[in-house]
């Protein structure tokens, strides 16, 4: 197994913010393929700034998903990640195959799991 999961530290304490933040990265890297399609219909100044793009985009949807379930993105519990976890598994399988679904799920898991 290795040590880090989406740049979370697994030989260390995992915080509920850790786990949100990867939860961002690891949903901008399932999604990657579905991103670099959006340079068909932009054309960004540099990688930079689609990169700056596509984690905004990220971003707003898990906030939006914090929102919907009346959680609070700044200061989530272990309970709220957990049903917005779920909210994206259900919202990726629209677009993913559901074997990168279920890896990616798998590898948050991990990271779930190790939260007090």
């Known amino acids: 197994m290795c040590d880090k999961i989406y740049d979370v530290d ?3 304490d995992v915080t509920p913010l850790e786990v949100r933040d990867a939860m961002i990265r690891c949903f901008v ?3 990657a393929e579905v991103m670099q ?3 068909e219909y932009h054309k ?3 990688e930079e700034e689609f990169k700056k793009m596509e984690q905004m985009n990220v971003s707003a949807l898990i906030r939006s998903i914090f929102g919907d379930i ?3 993105f700044d200061n989530p519990t272990k309970e709220d990640l957990a049903k ?3 909210k994206l598994v259900d919202y990726a399988v ?3 195959n559901p074997e ?3 890896k990616h799920y798998d590898e948050m898991m991990l990271l779930f799991n190790k939260l007090k």
Do not use: Y
């Open 29 to 31: 890297q399932a999604h």
């Open 70 to 72: 009346g959680a609070d």
């Open 37 to 39: 399609e959006m340079k």
């Open 84 to 86: 917005v976890m779920n």
């Open 10 to 12: 697994l030989t260390d």
């Open 100 to 102: 990168i679904v279920k």
């Open 44 to 46: 960004f100044d540099s």
């Open 94 to 96: 629209n677009f993913r």
